[in-house]
Antibody
């Protein structure tokens, strides 16, 4: 059974870089059928896709965040990571990683999701 | 970006009720839509993909329909464990989500 687990600091200072890692267990991150994605949810609000990465390193980013986001993959550790630069209080959210289904060269739905990790941006 | 508008934003219903949630896309997305259930403090769970395909392990009381711009999620007979927030997500272009529909106990 595939499982994903987010890890990283729960508190980041304004203007600094948020860094999170997602560890995949119970399956290989190098599958040709999937991308691996990051989604966030501000407290009490809805869901926002941040970006997704293929095991080869190919990435797609949300245009609204693209200038600040870098997603990378480490297939040897079965992990992928998120970096979000120049954070503000508006970046405070629960950050989820998820398997992102790929079909017909397009990105589809997310399943399963990690449990999520709350990142607070505050001095 | 393709915008998704869910209605209603919140809904009160009783166990055994039939409930329908609507998701409208700002432009046509064919059948590129998924539905998720989220309970407080938990990650979203996939229910429906490709607008009407039931994810494995999801009870058959959940169903999805629609194509183009208008979609529905129906729960045929509400169970206590179904009270949660539901989100639609389109994947015709880069992924976006609806604002959510909170389903509460009447």
């Amino acid at each position: 059974q595939l499982q994903l687990q987010e890890s990283g600091p729960g508190l980041v200072k304004p203007s600094e870089t948020l860094s999170l890692t997602c560890t995949v267990s119970g399956g290989s991150i190098s599958s040709s059928s999937y991308y691996w994605g990051w989604i966030r949810q501000p407290p009490g609000k809805g869901l926002e896709w941040i970006g997704s990465i293929y095991y080869s390193g190919s990435t797609y980013y949300n245009p609204s965040l693209k200038s600040r986001v870098t997603i990378s993959v480490d297939t040897s550790k079965n992990q992928f990571s998120l970096k979000l630069s120049s954070v503000t209080a508006a970046d405070t959210a629960v950050y989820y990683c998820a398997r992102h289904f790929r079909a017909a060269a397009a990105l589809n739905w997310f399943d399963p999701w990690g449990q999520g990790t709350l990142v607070t941006v505050s001095s | 970006a393709i915008q998704l508008t869910q209605s209603p934003s919140s809904l009160s219903a009783s166990v055994g009720d039939r409930v329908t949630i609507t998701c409208r896309a700002s432009q046509g997305i064919s059948s590129a839509l998924a539905w998720y259930q989220q309970k407080p403090g938990k990650a979203p769970k996939l229910l429906i993909y490709d607008a009407s395909s039931l994810e494995s392990g999801v009870p058959s009381r959940f169903s999805g329909s629609g194509s183009g711009t208008d979609f529905t999620l129906t729960i045929s007979s509400l169970q206590p464990e179904d009270f949660a927030t539901y989100y639609c997500q389109q994947f015709n272009s880069y992924p976006t989500f609806g604002q959510g529909t909170r389903l509460e106990i009447k």
